[in-house]
Protein backbone atom coordinates (compact mmCIF):
# COMPACT_ATOMS: atom_id res chain seq x y z
CA UNK A 1 0.00 0.00 0.00
CA UNK A 2 0.87 3.71 -0.60
CA UNK A 3 -0.31 6.06 0.63
CA UNK A 4 -0.22 10.00 -1.33
CA UNK A 5 -0.76 12.96 1.04
CA UNK A 6 -1.08 16.76 -1.05
CA UNK A 7 -0.35 20.04 0.47
CA UNK A 8 -0.24 23.90 -1.40
CA UNK A 9 -4.00 24.37 -2.15
CA UNK A 10 -5.79 27.42 -1.26
CA UNK A 11 -7.22 31.08 -2.74
CA UNK A 12 -5.43 33.01 -5.18
CA UNK A 13 -6.30 35.62 -7.29
CA UNK A 14 -6.62 34.97 -10.97
CA UNK A 15 -2.91 35.98 -12.40
CA UNK A 16 -1.84 34.43 -9.42
CA UNK A 17 0.58 31.49 -8.80
CA UNK A 18 0.15 28.32 -6.48
CA UNK A 19 2.75 25.52 -5.44
CA UNK A 20 1.27 22.04 -4.82
CA UNK A 21 3.17 18.91 -3.57
CA UNK A 22 2.48 15.42 -2.96
CA UNK A 23 4.58 13.21 -1.05
CA UNK A 24 4.21 9.09 -1.16
CA UNK A 25 4.86 6.94 1.43
CA UNK A 26 4.82 3.22 2.12
CA UNK A 27 7.00 0.46 1.52
CA UNK A 28 9.16 -1.10 -0.93
CA UNK A 29 7.75 1.07 -3.49
CA UNK A 30 9.07 2.00 -6.91
CA UNK A 31 6.86 4.58 -8.58
CA UNK A 32 6.17 4.09 -12.42
CA UNK A 33 4.04 7.68 -12.64
CA UNK A 34 2.74 10.26 -10.62
CA UNK A 35 0.40 12.98 -11.96
CA UNK A 36 -2.27 15.45 -10.71
CA UNK A 37 -5.99 15.65 -11.69
CA UNK A 38 -8.31 18.12 -11.20
CA UNK A 39 -12.03 17.70 -10.83
CA UNK A 40 -13.95 21.06 -11.00
CA UNK A 41 -17.64 21.43 -9.39
CA UNK A 42 -19.96 19.49 -11.10
CA UNK A 43 -17.38 18.35 -14.01
CA UNK A 44 -15.73 15.01 -14.41
CA UNK A 45 -12.16 14.24 -12.91
CA UNK A 46 -9.53 15.20 -15.86
CA UNK A 47 -5.77 14.76 -16.23
CA UNK A 48 -3.65 18.62 -15.95
CA UNK A 49 -0.12 16.98 -15.85
CA UNK A 50 1.99 13.67 -15.37
CA UNK A 51 5.35 12.58 -15.02
CA UNK A 52 6.00 9.45 -15.97
CA UNK A 53 9.19 7.44 -14.89
CA UNK A 54 12.51 8.57 -17.29
CA UNK A 55 11.19 12.26 -16.81
CA UNK A 56 8.53 12.53 -19.80
CA UNK A 57 6.02 14.67 -18.80
CA UNK A 58 2.82 15.56 -20.49
CA UNK A 59 0.24 18.22 -19.96
CA UNK A 60 -3.55 18.86 -20.63
CA UNK A 61 -3.69 21.61 -23.10
CA UNK A 62 -5.50 23.96 -21.35
CA UNK A 63 -2.27 23.99 -18.70
CA UNK A 64 0.46 24.03 -21.14
CA UNK A 65 2.81 26.95 -20.70
CA UNK A 66 1.35 28.01 -17.39
CA UNK A 67 1.94 24.28 -14.97
CA UNK A 68 5.13 22.74 -14.40
CA UNK A 69 5.54 19.29 -12.83
CA UNK A 70 8.12 17.96 -11.63
CA UNK A 71 9.29 15.57 -9.26
CA UNK A 72 11.88 14.58 -6.65
CA UNK A 73 12.93 11.07 -7.33
CA UNK A 74 14.85 10.28 -3.70
CA UNK A 75 12.07 12.14 -1.96
CA UNK A 76 9.19 10.25 -3.63
CA UNK A 77 7.60 13.50 -4.33
CA UNK A 78 6.02 15.36 -7.23
CA UNK A 79 4.96 19.26 -7.22
CA UNK A 80 2.88 21.05 -9.86
CA UNK A 81 4.22 25.11 -9.88
CA UNK A 82 0.91 26.86 -10.66
CA UNK A 83 1.51 30.13 -12.88
CA UNK A 84 -0.72 32.70 -14.62
CA UNK A 85 -3.93 30.86 -12.71
CA UNK A 86 -7.24 31.43 -14.24
CA UNK A 87 -10.61 30.57 -12.38
CA UNK A 88 -11.01 27.77 -14.66
CA UNK A 89 -8.10 26.30 -12.65
CA UNK A 90 -10.89 26.01 -9.72
CA UNK A 91 -11.17 22.46 -8.72
CA UNK A 92 -10.34 20.00 -6.05
CA UNK A 93 -6.96 18.76 -7.52
CA UNK A 94 -6.05 15.02 -6.62
CA UNK A 95 -2.32 13.55 -6.40
CA UNK A 96 -2.18 10.02 -8.61
CA UNK A 97 0.68 7.70 -8.46
CA UNK A 98 0.80 4.29 -10.62
CA UNK A 99 3.35 1.86 -8.65
CA UNK A 100 5.64 -0.71 -10.31
CA UNK A 101 4.06 -4.34 -10.09
CA UNK A 102 1.24 -3.38 -8.58
CA UNK A 103 -2.33 -3.12 -10.22
CA UNK A 104 -3.62 -0.87 -7.64
CA UNK A 105 -4.29 3.36 -8.89
CA UNK A 106 -3.69 5.20 -5.57
CA UNK A 107 -5.03 8.72 -5.18
CA UNK A 108 -4.61 11.56 -2.72
CA UNK A 109 -7.51 12.47 -0.80
CA UNK A 110 -7.46 16.05 -3.05
CA UNK A 111 -6.55 19.84 -2.20
CA UNK A 112 -8.80 22.60 -3.20
CA UNK A 113 -7.41 25.49 -5.11
CA UNK A 114 -9.41 28.36 -5.87
CA UNK A 115 -8.90 31.08 -8.26
CA UNK A 116 -10.78 34.29 -7.75
CA UNK A 117 -11.18 36.66 -10.74
Known amino acids: QVQLVESGGGLVQAGGSLTLSCAAS????????MGWYRQAPGKQRELVAI???????NYADSVKGRFTISRDIAENTVYLQMNSLEPEDTGVYYC???????????WGKGTLVTVSS
Open 96 to 106: NARIWSDPNNY
Open 26 to 33: GKRFRINA
Open 51 to 57: VISGGTT
